[in-house]
């Protein structure tokens, strides 16, 4: 069962607003009443001081017993409707804070669905689109060239003797050399191009709007790991690890292309 969403803040304005409205007033109600019993009280000092008949002071203190009285209720409205603002306050203040709560809640999940999504279609160890990511780039690249007839080249890049760096500097060094790769590609690629891990050692790549068979060519002799050595040198941590790779690049409409 689904927890039953909180009052919106702005529902409660209403109730807190007379709340405020009905404090201002019996603080009126009071400072009048108090004012009224001081002028009572003024007039009886008067009277007494005069020698005024007893009847007249008389009369004159049952007057300021009445004000007086009066003032106190006032002052207990006063209490009781201080104490219900306050409770209105605290409400408002609990309910604003569980609205808080609740978006928190939404960001985190929203941000635990995001990861979640992330990991799905991307390779744990490169953070490369993964095999289903990249086929779904590729089906769109290919509709578009479709579209507008564009020329779509994809490659395929083997790294050359991966498993013998595996087994003479260990598999800890063998992940640093596809997370270089992987790092080297992303930086090298066009906007637009797309890089991915299909598994292992091999990284395709989809480059649409390929301009033509020498382009590209000359584009994947530049492409990492090569970047204008046959072998360039990978260092991690303590190992120093050699790697090239091997191209196969086929292209819509063409034949296919290997360097």
């Given at each position: 069962?689904?927890?039953?969403?909180?009052e919106?803040?702005?529902?409660?304005?209403p109730?807190?607003h007379?709340?405020?409205d009905?404090?201002?007033?019996?603080?009126?109600?009071?400072?009048?009443?108090?004012?009224?019993?001081?002028?009572?009280n003024?007039?009886?000092?008067?009277?007494i001081?005069?020698g005024?008949?007893?009847?007249q002071?008389?009369?004159?203190?049952?007057?300021?017993?009445?004000?007086e009285?009066?003032?106190q209720?006032?002052?207990?409205?006063?209490?009781?409707?201080?104490?219900?603002?306050?409770?209105?306050?605290?409400?408002?203040?609990?309910?604003?804070?569980?609205?808080?709560?609740m978006?928190?809640?939404?960001?985190r999940?929203?941000?635990?669905?995001?990861a979640?999504?992330?990991r799905?279609?991307?390779?744990?160890?490169?953070?490369?689109?993964?095999?289903t990511?990249?086929?779904?780039?590729?089906?769109?690249?290919l509709e578009?060239a479709?579209?507008?007839?564009?020329?779509?080249?994809?490659?395929?890049?083997?790294?050359?003797?991966?498993k013998?760096?595996?087994?003479t500097?260990?598999?800890d060094?063998?992940?640093?050399?596809?997370?270089?790769?992987?790092?080297?590609?992303?930086?090298?690629?066009?906007g637009g191009?797309s890089?991915?891990?299909?598994?292992?050692?091999?990284?395709?790549g989809?480059a649409?709007?390929?301009q033509?068979?020498?382009?590209?060519?000359?584009?994947?002799?530049?492409?990492?790991?090569a970047?204008g050595?046959?072998?360039p040198?990978?260092?991690?941590?303590?190992?120093?690890?050699?790697?090239?790779?091997?191209?196969?690049?086929?292209?819509t409409?063409?034949?296919?292309?290997?360097?």
């Open positions: 069962m689904s927890p039953s969403r909180p919106d803040p702005a529902a409660a304005t109730a807190l007379a709340a405020l009905q404090s201002e007033k019996v603080t009126v109600k009071v400072e009048e009443a108090a004012h009224e019993l001081a002028a009572v003024t007039t009886l000092q008067k009277d001081t005069a005024a008949p007893t009847a002071v008389q009369r004159t203190i049952e007057k300021s017993e009445a004000v009285q009066k003032v209720e006032a002052a207990a409205e006063l209490v009781e409707v201080t104490t219900a603002l306050a409770a209105e306050v605290d409400e408002r203040e609990a309910l604003e804070g569980h609205v808080l709560e978006q928190s809640d939404l960001l999940s929203q941000s635990a669905e995001a979640s999504r992330h799905a279609l991307h390779d744990a160890l490169t953070n490369l689109p993964n095999a990511l990249f086929a779904d780039r590729l089906e769109l690249a578009q479709r579209r507008h007839e564009w020329r779509l080249a994809v490659m395929f890049l083997d790294l050359d003797r991966f013998h760096i595996n087994d500097h260990g598999h060094i063998g992940d640093r050399v596809l997370q270089e790769t992987a790092e080297r590609l992303t930086a090298f690629v066009r191009d890089v991915g891990r299909r598994g292992g050692d091999e990284v395709p989809a649409p709007r390929g033509g068979d020498r382009s590209v060519h000359e584009l994947a002799l530049r492409s990492p790991p970047s050595s046959r072998s040198s990978m260092t991690c941590a303590s190992a120093s690890a050699r790697a090239s790779a091997s191209r196969s690049i086929r292209r409409g063409r034949a296919r292309i290997s360097c």
